[in-house]
């Protein structure tokens, strides 16, 4: 089975930083571009960054500077660095199956990211 499952999330002061990881199977994980996308409340979804199979990092211009998109494929996994978050970081971020802007075929439960004092 296809899976992506997110995990790191949880409620941080604004400034914080976490971890986000994306653990994949059931497909051969390094050769597929990789997508973080997220969703604020009442919002749409929003491309956030991607990685491609060569390693080539893409971001937003609202976290440009401040996310570090990773990969480690021996353990199948994606990574979202983020650092200096702010309030409007809020979101439900997925990791998705493909580059910026495709059908992300493949896409996580999401995990529940809060930055608030």
């Known amino acids: 089975e296809v899976q992506l499952v997110e995990s790191g999330g949880g409620l941080v002061q604004p400034g914080g930083s976490l971890r986000l990881s994306c653990a994949a199977s059931?497909?051969?994980?390094?050769?597929?571009?990789m997508t973080w996308v997220r969703q604020a409340p009442g919002k749409g979804l929003e491309w956030v960054s991607s990685?491609?199979?060569?390693?080539?990092?893409s971001y937003a211009d609202s976290v440009k500077g401040r996310f570090t998109i990773s990969r480690d494929n021996a353990k199948n996994t994606l990574y979202l660095q983020m650092n200096s978050l702010k309030t409007e970081d809020t979101a439900v971020y997925y990791c998705?199956?493909?580059?910026?802007?495709?059908?992300?075929?493949?896409r996580g439960q999401g995990t529940q990211v809060t930055v608030s004092s």
């Open positions: 059931g497909f051969t994980f390094d050769i597929y571009d």
């Open positions: 990685l491609n199979w060569r390693g080539m990092s």
């Open positions: 998705a199956r493909g580059p910026r802007n495709s059908n992300y075929d493949v």
